[in-house]
């Protein structure tokens, strides 16, 4: 697995990470050795499901599907159909540790260039449909491939129904989750640059997640008005003016209201079931792996010293 990960793992790849050249544009030999490079060091990392995104297409589906095989990894897409058919599976439900995570992957809208009879649906309608399939799960993750304004529509319109949308396609830095309702919105990294870990805590049952770092910044708020509060009332007391006194309760009153708004949050935010994400990024610091790196400069040789 991935040094410094331990416990219980899935490792899941958000896509869009085979190929450099646009949709519709030609993949040279060095390209396709490239991707299949990719994808063997994903089975290699015990990867367990691969979002397929319109980057990932440039050889067309069936390069994909056979390199995707022999590396191991499964490959899903819920929207896109070829010659009128299912062309990926379109949902995984795994099974890790006893943990059942049901993963849907939304990939482009339309045809696909350069790959004749592949087209993505309407992504909205076929996560629904395929949502309404499925058993019974403990977590359900979409992953997005197609940006963030699209990412952030679907975590809006599947709340209450997707737990996570992890959106690819678009890289907009290594951000916290954004609460979209009752659905955390999640970037991924940046090919190369860094990994995203997310740690869930699923023992206390159903309904919406708390970002365990929001919680502690909550913690940490309320504290500062409990000291805030405490320096007013050291305040008031030592005042002599009436004007000044007045003030000074009015504040107060004002404080302890907010400080009774922000109690509230920090209780209903420990009852919840829980999230943390981390990002693992990917400079000199990390030891390289020597025999995945001796692989690496055998198709991109400049890349040799840059570690």
């Given at each position: 697995?991935?040094?410094?990960?331990?416990?219980?793992?899935?490792?899941l790849d958000s896509g869009n990470a085979l190929f450099r050249v646009n949709p519709g544009g030609r993949a040279?030999?060095?390209?396709?050795?490239?991707?299949?490079?990719?994808?063997?060091?994903?089975?290699?990392?015990?990867?367990?499901?691969?979002?397929?995104?319109?980057?990932?297409?440039?050889?067309?589906?069936?390069?994909?599907?056979?390199?995707?095989?022999?590396?191991?990894?499964?490959?899903?897409?819920?929207?896109?159909?070829?010659?009128?058919?299912?062309?990926?599976?379109?949902?995984?439900?795994?099974?890790?540790?006893?943990?059942?995570?049901?993963?849907?992957?939304?990939?482009?809208?339309?045809?696909?260039?350069?790959?004749?009879?592949?087209?993505?649906?309407?992504?909205?309608?076929?996560?629904?449909?395929?949502?309404?399939?499925?058993?019974?799960?403990?977590?359900?993750?979409?992953?997005d491939t197609a940006g963030y304004e699209e990412s952030m529509a679907l975590a809006d319109a599947l709340s209450?129904?997707?737990?996570?949308?992890?959106?690819?396609?678009?890289?907009?830095?290594?951000?916290?989750?954004?609460?979209?309702?009752?659905?955390?919105?999640?970037?991924?990294?940046?090919?190369?640059?860094?990994?995203?870990?997310?740690?869930?805590?699923?023992?206390?049952?159903?309904?919406?997640?708390?970002?365990?770092?929001?919680?502690?910044?909550?913690?940490?708020?309320?504290?500062?008005?409990?000291?805030?509060?405490?320096?007013?009332?050291?305040?008031?007391?030592?005042?002599?003016?009436?004007?000044?006194?007045?003030?000074?309760?009015?504040?107060?009153?004002?404080?302890?209201?907010?400080?009774?708004?922000?109690?509230?949050?920090?209780?209903?935010?420990?009852?919840?079931?829980?999230?943390?994400?981390?990002?693992?990024?990917?400079?000199?610091?990390?030891?390289?792996?020597?025999?995945?790196?001796?692989?690496?400069?055998?198709?991109?040789?400049?890349?040799?010293?840059?570690?």
């Amino acid at each position: 697995m991935l040094s410094g990960l331990t416990g219980n793992v899935l490792v899941l790849d958000s896509g869009n990470a085979l190929f450099r050249v646009n949709p519709g544009g030609r993949a040279s030999e060095d390209d396709e050795r490239r991707a299949r490079l990719v994808l063997s060091t994903m089975g290699v990392l015990g990867t367990k499901l691969f979002a397929v995104g319109l980057r990932d297409l440039v050889a067309g589906p069936g390069f994909l599907t056979t390199e995707a095989k022999k590396a191991g990894v499964q490959l899903v897409s819920t929207n896109l159909e070829l010659n009128g058919k299912p062309a990926f599976a379109r949902s995984a439900v795994i099974d890790q540790g006893g943990v059942k995570v049901a993963v849907l992957v939304a990939s482009g809208f339309g045809p696909v260039p350069g790959a004749p009879g592949l087209v993505g649906t309407t992504a909205l309608g076929a996560l629904k449909a395929e949502l309404g399939r499925l058993p019974a799960r403990d977590l359900t993750i979409v992953i997005d491939t197609a940006g963030y304004e699209e990412s952030m529509a679907l975590a809006d319109a599947l709340s209450g129904s997707v737990d996570i949308v992890i959106q690819s396609g678009e890289f907009r830095g290594t951000v916290p989750p954004q609460r979209v309702k009752d659905t955390f919105l999640l970037a991924s990294g940046q090919r190369g640059q860094s990994v995203a870990k997310l740690e869930l805590t699923l023992a206390k049952g159903t309904g919406p997640f708390s970002d365990l770092n929001e919680s502690a910044r909550d913690v940490e708020l309320l504290q500062n008005l409990d000291t805030q509060l405490k320096s007013l009332d050291e305040r008031l007391k030592l005042a002599k003016d009436a004007q000044a006194k007045q003030g000074l309760q009015a504040l107060m009153k004002e404080m302890k209201t907010r400080r009774e708004e922000q109690a509230k949050r920090v209780k209903t935010a420990a009852g919840a079931r829980s999230l943390k994400l981390d990002w693992l990024l990917l400079g000199a610091d990390i030891k390289d792996d020597e025999a995945i790196k001796a692989e690496v400069l055998k198709v991109e040789p400049t890349y040799s010293g840059l570690h």
